[in-house]
């Protein structure tokens, strides 16, 4: 079991990583757009998941398994704001799936399974924010919510 939730924390090491380093490269691109609440947004969520990679590479340790620095994938960068918000919901979306396994799988570890629960929480948050963000763009208009990230 230990050896699933290692490969599991290691996986979100992996992946969280790479979406920190995306955030903030968007954090940037809106920055310079003129986006300010946006990028500081975005440069906040940037920030927090590095603190979540540090919290699973501290359990994998504790865990005694071995931390791996690995291969990341390309993912794209975004310079329309609203398309990078339907992208990055996608991933919300994609990951609390796959995240709802490995908590179920940490039920045992109750170190493991109240960090996974925490982050869980905060993806879910993460993910109804951009679907309420693409709500009031259909509802006041891009010009308009744009209007608001200045």
Same mark, same amino acid.
């Given at each position: ?18 979406? /920190?380093?995306?955030? =903030? ?8 757009? %003129? @986006?300010?609440? $946006? #990028? +500081? ?39 329309? /704001?609203?398309?990078? =918000? ?8 994609? %990951? @609390?799936?796959? $995240? #709802? +396994? ?43 919510? =744009?209007?608001?990230?200045?």
């Amino acid at each position: 079991m230990n050896e699933k939730i290692i490969g599991g924390l290691q996986a979100i090491v992996t992946e969280l990583s790479q979406q /920190a380093d995306g955030h =903030l490269i968007q954090s940037r691109i809106f920055a310079a757009q %003129g @986006l300010n609440k $946006l #990028a +500081e947004k975005y440069s906040e969520h940037a920030t927090e998941e590095r603190g979540y990679v540090v919290k699973c590479i501290d359990r994998i340790l504790d865990l005694g398994g071995e931390v791996k620095l690995e291969d990341k994938k390309s993912a794209p960068v975004y310079k329309d /704001a609203v398309e990078f =918000l339907r992208h990055d919901l996608w991933v919300s979306r994609e %990951g @609390l799936q796959w $995240l #709802a +396994e490995i908590v179920k799988l940490a039920q045992c570890d109750l170190t493991t399974f109240g960090l996974l629960s925490e982050y869980y929480k905060d993806e879910e948050g993460d993910m109804y924010w951009a679907e309420q963000q693409l709500g009031l763009i259909e509802l006041i208009g891009k010009q308009n919510w =744009l209007a608001q990230q200045i």
